[in-house]
């Protein structure tokens, strides 16, 4: 699952204001052979499925999101923030208090023992990969223009 960060009424703007871009790609129903199934409920048989691309939105992991939102001090279960709040956070907010290890490393053997024990089988699982200072850093530079310009619009940040 994934959280999109954006402006409160994004795609109307972006409609109104011609930057709303279509991006198109290959179904999944397509065949190696190239052959899309005609009664596909997502291409409806073109097998190319067809989405907007709109400026100003950030797609986070769920984690991801909610090790953001944290680390600002702001609540993942309010519905949207007004973009003043978002960029206090990011000002006072050092990159590096966002950085987040594994949750569990899937290779010693002290993982593996556990893993084994507590669902009877062998195998590796990993629950996190975490969030490292490079990616941190580029989720803060994304969403910076994005609450520049709510504040621009005078609308929240919100997301879904």
């Keep these: 699952m994934s959280v999109t960060i954006t402006i409160r009424s994004n795609a109307i703007w972006a409609k109104d204001n011609d930057q709303l871009n279509i991006k198109e ?3 999944l129903c397509v065949s190696p052979n190239g052959e899309a199934i ?3 409920l997502y291409c409806k048989g073109s097998g190319k499925i067809r989405y907007p691309e709109l400026p100003f939105e950030l797609n986070l992991t769920n984690t991801n999101f909610s090790t953001l939102w944290n680390a600002f001090g702001l609540d993942v279960d309010k519905e949207e923030y007004k973009a003043q709040e978002v960029l206090d956070a990011l000002e006072v907010t050092p990159v590096e208090s966002i950085v987040r290890a594994p949750d569990m490393k899937s290779d010693t053997d002290d993982f593996i023992h556990t893993v084994k024990k507590m669902f009877g089988m062998e195998g590796v699982v ?7 200072l490079d990616q941190a850093q580029r989720y803060v530079d994304e969403l910076r223009p994005i609450v ?3 504040k621009r619009r005078g609308k929240p940040i919100v997301w879904h």
């Design 148 to 150: 520049y310009e709510a």
């Design 38 to 40: 005609p009664t596909c």
């Design 25 to 27: 790609s290959d179904c």
């Design 126 to 132: 990993v629950h996190s990969h975490g969030l490292d």
